[in-house]
Nanobody, 123 residues
Framework: VQLVESGGGLVQAGGSLRLSCAAS????????MGWFRQAPGKEREFVSA????????SYADSVKGRFTISRNNSKKMVYLQMNSLEPEDTAVYYC?????????????????WGQGTQVTVSS
């Protein structure tokens, strides 16, 4: 499985970005997908996850109400709509595939990772 993120960039505080993740390979529809982020000098942290069907989602408290995760299984795509961005959201954002079908928050519950896309929010 290969995951390729896109959509990152530089945006002012209060602005929006939409990240996309394109998946290739056999298994996609049977796995939950997630987004993590890593800022310089910090550990990789959970942002959001979505179940294999798209019916269940999970968000970190820091992004709840501002970010929305979605997926299109027919296109093998996962999205992260980010609104009301804050400088604290600055990080490299990674798309990842979970081992199972349910959205999980533990980084060790994921097996395949994309190369990441940089999001920079200026104040």
């Amino acid at each position: 499985v290969q995951l390729v993120e896109s959509g990152g960039g530089l945006v002012q505080a209060g602005g929006s970005l939409r990240l996309s993740c394109a998946a290739s390979g056999r298994t996609f529809n049977r796995n939950a997908m997630g987004w993590f982020r890593q800022a310089p000098g910090k550990e990789r942290e959970f942002v959001s996850a979505i179940s294999w069907s798209g019916s269940t989602t999970s968000y970190a408290d820091s992004v709840k109400g501002r970010f929305t995760i979605s997926r299109n299984n027919s296109k093998k795509m996962v999205y992260l709509q980010m609104n009301s961005l804050e400088p604290e959201d600055t990080a490299v954002y990674y798309c990842t595939r979970a081992y199972g079908m349910a959205p999980v928050r533990n980084v060790h519950e994921y097996d395949f990772w994309g190369q990441g896309t940089q999001v920079t929010v200026s104040s």
